[in-house]
């Protein structure tokens, strides 16, 4: 009897935790992200950028905090920023996202600067991170030179 009450109570538990997200999300993704690609390398270079979009959909701020990638010894985000007669890339540590809405990593603006890179495979993987602890995996595409 105690053992079934047990099992009926976490049974329970996973039922409450699932009607909880199915009530708080839309049929879309809670966090999206689109156009994710990683620029090959340069010959001789073992740095290179990331861009993609992340689009926030639910009805909290989200704030990315970092990515890793088992293929890269360090990832940061950097802004572009024009400076007196040159540009230059300032470290970006963390940015928050408002609900239902997007931010782009892109050419000339944010990006994810890859250190310590062997090669580009067609699939680089990421994992983004949120200051929330949570990780989404991403698979990253080439973008040719
Ligand atoms: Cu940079």
């Known amino acids: 009897m105690f053992p079934f009450l047990k099992v009926t109570r976490q049974m329970f538990l996973v039922i ?10 839309k ?29 926030n959909n639910t009805t909290n701020e989200l704030t ?8 890269a010894r360090a990832i940061e985000m950097h802004k572009t920023v024009q400076r007196e007669n ?5 470290r970006v540590s963390s940015l928050a996202i408002a609900p239902n809405s997007q931010v782009r990593f892109e050419r000339g603006g944010l990006h994810l600067m890859i ?3 062997a090669e580009v495979p067609d699939n680089f993987p990421v994992t983004l991170q949120f ?7 991403v698979t990253f595409s080439k973008l040719p030179l």
Do not use: K, N, W
């Open 16 to 25: 409450m935790v699932a009607l909880a997200c199915s009530g708080c999300t």
């Open 27 to 55: 049929p879309v993704e809670p966090i999206a992200v689109s156009a994710a690609q990683v620029r090959d390398l340069v010959p001789g270079r073992d740095t290179t950028a990331g861009y993609f979009v992340l689009t």
């Open 64 to 71: 990315l905090t970092g990515a890793t990638s088992e293929l």
């Open 86 to 90: 040159s540009v230059g890339m300032q």
């Open 115 to 117: 250190f310590g890179v």
């Open 131 to 137: 200051s929330s602890g949570e990780q989404l995996p």
